[in-house]
């Protein structure tokens, strides 16, 4: 296992689209678990792998207080939705900013676990928010394409500085 680079935006490769994963086979079982490892190090609700710049429909997501509920998603679908919620959003690939978005409050998810096995969940709350936020990753969506063209600018330009002083 090992920590990988988290990309940030505006990284182009954040913009990649995710192919779906054919075979859960022992490279993809490798990657869920570098990609848990690099997340709860870098004390994150949820991570893509096409913020580790790996494109394929895998997504890791603990919302628990003890960071003790570890969820894989391999090729997530989203069956329904319901309802409508606000709440502020982060991103590991946009650190240091939080905005509000406007996401389905209950969802129906269908997906495969680490495993390979086919399983079906309903969330709501913040994992709901959290898949949604993590499935959009795998088409290239970042939570500031919700925000206005001002706010996002403002976000690209002062993480474009820091990462020309290398912080
Ligand atoms: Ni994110």
């Known amino acids: 296992m090992g920590l990988l680079t988290i990309l940030e935006f505006p990284d182009e490769r954040l913009r990649k689209q995710a192919a779906e994963v ?6 993809i079982k490798s990657l869920v678990g570098d990609m848990f490892e690099t997340m709860y190090e870098a004390h994150g609700v949820g991570l893509a792998a096409t913020q580790v710049d790996v494109h394929r429909r895998v997504i ?9 509920d570890p969820l894989c998603l391999i090729n997530p679908i989203i069956l329904s939705r319901n309802g409508e919620t606000e709440s502020n959003e982060g991103c590991l690939s946009v650190p240091g900013f939080f905005e509000p978005v406007l996401r389905s409050d209950l969802i129906r998810v269908k997906a495969l676990d680490a495993q390979g096995e086919s399983f079906e ?6 994992l709901s928010v959290c898949i949604q936020h993590e499935m959009d990753h795998l088409q290239g969506k970042l939570f500031v394409d919700y925000i206005s063209s001002f706010k996002r600018q403002r976000i ?3 993480l474009e500085k820091s990462h ?3 912080i």
């Open 121 to 126: 969940l309903d969330a709501e709350g913040l």
């Open 22 to 27: 054919k075979v859960v086979d022992a490279a």
């Open 60 to 68: 890791v997501i603990d919302t628990s207080e003890e960071k003790n």
């Open 164 to 166: 020309k002083l290398g």
């Open 156 to 158: 690209k330009k002062k």
